[in-house]
């Protein structure tokens, strides 16, 4: 069953002062201590737990609403829940788990559910804890009830000449636009100045085959579009980007389709990269802002330039849209592509890190290529504690491994170390019409897409004879769903007109549909007029009546009435908006 925990009600650019967490500059999945007791700052919204039991959790995947797979990283398994319920084990790979090595990566193909098809990334070994073999990705079909494997797409085997981790494993994978698999893969410790590689700017001729993003076909061949597709070296032909030191965290912008990735930082500096394809991110000889000059062990402390990187043809390099100083061990990205929540943070960005179990949210600015930073941070670096604090909204999650926007428009976070799922949700959530039935008049033009917000494009029906004298002359009505059965609150909002002032004039009739005695409610009754009219009623007295407790449907109708003696002809009811609000908590 689903838990809740309190909101709260602080402004979302409010700071919170808490105890610095160990840091894990060494990658995104080793081991920390956890933090306690979970709070959300972003002013409307609540969360709450969807899933617990887990073992070292790292990505979900959907596989329809309220129905997700959960990996565990060292056990190898796939765990499956519907309606927040443990309901079984859908595959158990043998992996090697040291260290940042395990079950890392899960995407569901793009065309899931017609094509049952999910890709997982894991670090192969014979028995769990056993001998690294290789990490790789396969594709496994779903059959509804277990994952069965299918086809291997990429594998990174050890290598008897480089280093071969066991840190910087990647395994964090999305789905682009453009219907790629786009993989981070981490350099495994690879290409430092004793044994140089391309990937990680210490070489011109010699191939890591690792430290990069990876951007590969459905089948896991090499895109002929990829910025380095023309490199003698099939393994660079994969690459979307280098330079690549580690990170567990990609989303697209969902309005310009740019990427947008996380990357862990050694001493000094994670980062928030805006990745167009070509980038060189400067591993391994810069990390944070060229002009901050950061020395650190893995680079001989010694201070480099963006002139020092090794420039693949068709390259770039590019600063980091946001640093911290001190890495926070910055893991999982993702936007908040989803009506659920409130145009005034749609589209903006949380991210998540595993050290501290912060929740981090950013603005975009207008351009969306930058965040829309204030304060000490708006040389796009935390630097202090108070300017890192700047961006939390949430705190005690407990190492924070994935951020998803599932199916039902919630946001979902993944906690490694509580092992649990937490769901982000609006205290009052905006319900739209699913379904429109006529049941006298003539539609002229729109639809539901048109009664979902006030912006002049309208539902416009035609007067048709009333049934009987004095009936109504139009009359439809709408159906949504309510995500509660029990609401605290249900409020109807409608904005409507008519083409011209018709005489004799009309009624404009909105009801409720009351589930407890199948009946309808009016809840508004007054006359058209040509110029729109706006209304919202909120019922707070028994408002689970207006909700099917079953289904959760809830049902309004419009009547327009002509008392009129005889029907008149010319004019038309436009309906501007007809909305939900419900109240949930």
Same mark, same amino acid.
């Given at each position: 069953?689903?838990?809740?925990?309190?909101?709260?009600?602080?402004? =979302?650019?409010?700071?919170?002062?808490?105890?610095?967490?160990?840091?894990?500059?060494?990658?995104?999945?080793?081991? +920390?201590?956890?933090?306690?007791?979970? !709070?959300?700052?972003?002013?409307?919204?609540?969360?709450?737990?969807?899933?617990?039991?887990?073992?070292?959790?790292?990505?979900? @995947?959907?596989?329809?609403? *309220?129905?997700?797979?959960?990996?565990?990283?060292?056990?190898? %398994?796939?765990?499956?829940?519907?309606?927040?319920?443990?309901?079984?084990?859908?595959?158990?790979?043998?992996?090697?788990?040291?260290?940042?090595?395990?079950?890392?990566?899960?995407?569901?193909?793009?065309?899931?559910?017609?094509?049952?098809?999910?890709?997982?990334?894991?670090?192969?070994?014979?028995?769990?804890?056993?001998?690294?073999?290789?990490?790789?990705?396969?594709?496994?079909?779903? *059959?509804?009830?277990?994952?069965?494997?299918?086809?291997?797409?990429?594998?990174?085997?050890?290598?008897?000449?480089?280093? *071969?981790?066991?840190?910087?494993?990647?395994?964090?994978?999305?789905?682009?636009?453009?219907?790629?698999?786009?993989?981070?893969?981490? #350099?495994?410790?690879? /290409?430092?100045?004793? *044994?140089?590689?391309?990937?990680?700017?210490?070489?011109?001729?010699?191939?890591? /085959?690792?430290? @990069?993003?990876? =951007?590969?076909?459905?089948?896991?061949?090499?895109?002929?579009?990829?910025?380095?597709?023309?490199?003698?070296?099939?393994?660079?032909?994969?690459?979307?980007?280098?330079?690549?030191? $580690?990170?567990?965290?990609?989303?697209?912008?969902?309005?310009?389709?740019?990427?947008?990735?996380?990357?862990? /930082?050694?001493?000094?500096?994670?980062?928030? $990269?805006?990745?167009?394809?070509?980038? $060189?991110?400067?591993?391994? %000889?810069?990390?944070?802002?060229?002009?901050?000059?950061?020395?650190?062990?893995?680079?001989?402390?010694?201070?480099?330039?963006?002139?020092?990187?090794?420039?693949?043809?068709?390259?770039?390099?590019?600063?980091?849209?946001?640093?911290?100083?001190?890495?926070?061990?910055?893991?999982?990205?993702?936007?908040?592509?989803?009506?659920?929540?409130?145009?005034?943070?749609?589209?903006?960005?949380?991210?998540?890190?595993?050290?501290?179990?912060?929740?981090?949210?950013?603005?975009?600015?207008?351009?969306?290529?930058?965040?829309?930073?204030?304060?000490? !941070?708006?040389?796009?670096?935390?630097?202090?504690?108070?300017? =890192?604090?700047?961006?939390?909204?949430?705190?005690?999650?407990?190492?924070?491994?994935?951020? %998803?926007?599932?199916?039902?428009?919630?946001?979902?976070?993944?906690?490694?170390?509580? /092992?649990?799922?937490?769901?982000?949700?609006?205290?009052?959530?905006?319900?739209?019409?699913?379904?429109?039935?006529?049941?006298?008049?003539?539609?002229?033009?729109?639809?539901?897409?048109?009664?979902?917000?006030?912006?002049?494009?309208?539902?416009?029906?035609?007067?048709?004879?009333?049934?009987?004298?004095?009936?109504?002359?139009? +009359?439809?009505?709408?159906?949504?769903?309510?995500?509660? @059965?029990?609401?605290?609150?249900?409020?109807?909002? +409608?904005?409507?007109?008519?083409?011209?002032?018709?005489?004799?004039?009309?009624?404009?009739?909105?009801?409720?549909?009351?589930?407890?005695?199948?009946?309808?409610?009016?809840?508004?009754?007054?006359?058209?007029?040509?110029?729109?009219?706006?209304?919202?009623?909120?019922?707070?007295?028994?408002?689970?009546?207006?909700? #099917?407790?079953?289904?959760?449907?809830?049902?309004?109708?419009?009547?327009?009435?002509?008392?009129?003696?005889?029907?008149?002809?010319?004019?038309?009811? =436009?309906?501007?908006?007809?909305?939900?609000?419900?109240?949930?908590?």
């Amino acid at each position: 069953m689903y838990s809740r925990s309190h909101s709260n009600k602080v402004n =979302r650019r409010s700071v919170r002062r808490y105890c610095v967490s160990i840091l894990l500059a060494s990658g995104a999945l080793a081991n +920390a201590s956890p933090a306690a007791g979970q !709070t959300l700052n972003l002013q409307g919204y609540f969360y709450e737990t969807v899933a617990t039991g887990l073992s070292f959790p790292t990505m979900m @995947a959907f596989v329809d609403h *309220n129905d997700f797979l959960v990996l565990e990283k060292n056990t190898g %398994k796939v765990k499956r829940y519907v309606n927040g319920v443990f309901v079984g084990e859908v595959l158990d790979l043998a992996v090697s788990n040291q260290s940042e090595r395990g079950l890392l990566g899960i995407v569901s193909h793009p065309d899931f559910p017609q094509v049952p098809k999910f890709y997982v990334y894991y670090s192969r070994a014979t028995v769990d804890g056993g001998t690294w073999l290789d990490n790789r990705v396969e594709t496994f079909t779903w *059959n509804g009830t277990t994952l069965v494997v299918d086809q291997l797409i990429a594998d990174w085997p050890p290598d008897p000449t480089q280093n *071969n981790g066991p840190n910087h494993d990647g395994g964090y994978m999305v789905i682009g636009p453009d219907r790629k698999l786009y993989i981070q893969t981490g #350099d495994l410790n690879r /290409g430092r100045f004793n *044994n140089p590689r391309i990937e990680q700017n210490t070489s011109s001729t010699a191939v890591a /085959g690792v430290g @990069a993003i990876e =951007r590969r076909e459905l089948d896991g061949s090499a895109p002929p579009d990829n910025p380095f597709f023309s490199h003698s070296d099939p393994r660079v032909r994969n690459y979307y980007c280098y330079g690549f030191r $580690n990170g567990y965290g990609m989303a697209f912008d969902p309005v310009t389709d740019i990427l947008w990735m996380t990357e862990n /930082g050694s001493g000094s500096y994670d980062e928030i $990269n805006y990745c167009l394809p070509g980038l $060189n991110s400067g591993w391994v %000889k810069i990390m944070g802002p060229d002009k901050r000059d950061a020395s650190y062990a893995e680079n001989g402390f010694q201070v480099f330039d963006a002139e020092d990187l090794f420039y693949l043809p068709g390259s770039h390099y590019r600063d980091p849209e946001f640093s911290w100083l001190a890495p926070v061990g910055v893991t999982a990205l993702e936007f908040l592509r989803s009506r659920k929540f409130y145009p005034s943070e749609r589209n903006a960005m949380f991210v998540g890190d595993i050290n501290g179990g912060r929740l981090f949210y950013f603005q975009l600015t207008p351009s969306r290529d930058e965040l829309e930073l204030f304060g000490g !941070t708006l040389d796009k670096v935390a630097d202090t504690l108070e300017e =890192r604090n700047q961006h939390v909204v949430g705190t005690g999650f407990a190492g924070i491994t994935d951020i %998803k926007i599932g199916p039902d428009g919630y946001a979902y976070i993944v906690s490694y170390f509580n /092992g649990a799922v937490y769901r982000i949700r609006p205290i009052v959530e905006t319900v739209y019409a699913t379904s429109l039935q006529m049941l006298t008049g003539v539609i002229q033009s729109g639809g539901l897409a048109e009664l979902e917000e006030s912006d002049d494009l309208k539902f416009i029906v035609r007067e048709a004879p009333p049934i009987a004298l004095g009936g109504p002359s139009v +009359a439809f009505f709408i159906e949504g769903t309510s995500p509660e @059965a029990s609401p605290v609150e249900v409020s109807f909002v +409608a904005e409507f007109s008519t083409s011209a002032a018709p005489a004799p004039a009309t009624t404009f009739r909105t009801s409720l549909f009351n589930f407890q005695t199948n009946s309808y409610e009016i809840i508004d009754s007054r006359a058209g007029t040509a110029t729109d009219v706006s209304f919202e009623v909120s019922i707070t007295k028994n408002p689970s009546r207006f909700v #099917d407790p079953t289904s959760r449907t809830i049902r309004a109708r419009f009547q327009v009435l002509d008392p009129g003696t005889l029907f008149t002809f010319g004019w038309a009811a =436009r309906f501007d908006t007809a909305v939900w609000k419900v109240t949930v908590r």
